[in-house]
Each structure stands twice: as C-alpha cells, then as structure tokens.
C-alpha cells in the first residue's frame, strides 16, 4: 500500500481516541513523514468537522486543518459523477461513495473502518478496525 484515501471513520476514531486509533495513528505518522502519500475528499472533511465539532468546533476545524496540511484534497466536484455511480451501484452512504470515487480516480486504497459499506466493491479496501463501536 503505497497511497491511501481516508474515509470518515479511521479520522474520526483517532480523533475521538476510539478502539483502533493506534492503527490509524500508525497510518497518519507515515503519511505525515512522507513514506505514505494520503488523500480525503472534501466531502469527508465535512463530515469529520461535523462529527468531531459537536463538542468543541475549534478543535475539530484545527484537526481538519491539519488533514487538510498533510493529505491531497480531491473536491467533491472532481468525482461527483463516479460518486453518484457508486451511491446508486451499491447502495451505500453518500460520504462512503465520495471516498470508493475517490480511491478510485487516485488508483489508491480506501482506509476505512467497520462499515460494511465497503464489502464487495471494487475498490481496494484496507480496514483499521472490523468491529464498529
């Protein structure tokens, strides 16, 4: 694995200190030293400020700040055809979808977590955790 598109949930877990955040963390520091080349999707940086800032909005726009330092940002605009393909194909959520189009265009792997969103597509999938919490 060589490049990786982070999905919601790894960055949320490692916010949030979840079950599975050393992974995650061990995926960041790579990615942060340069020996990863990481990507997100402006649609999933909406979700992880929404998610992350319902507590504290500060510090949720500083840790999406500092995804947005260390990853290429794809917009939603550059794959929303190829989103809409895998929203409709395999019935997934509309974050989940940005992040298989986005994988996808960047020939990379999608880093996710549990949800079973990601069984049987036909992206390459990488799991940090397979349990949800």
Known sequence: MDHVVFDAEPLIAYYWDEPGSDAVEAIIDRVEGGQLKGSVNTVTCTEVRYVCGRDDPQ???AYVTRIRNWCDIVTAEDVWE???DYKRDYNIA???AFTLATAAMEE???Y???DDDFDDVDVTV???REDGV
Do not use: H, I, V
């Open 59 to 61: 510090t949720a726009q």
């Open 82 to 84: 190829s989103a809409a």
């Open 94 to 96: 509309l974050g989940d």
């Open 108 to 110: 990379a792997t999608a």
């Open 112 to 114: 996710t977590g549990a």
């Open 126 to 128: 990488k799991r940090f």
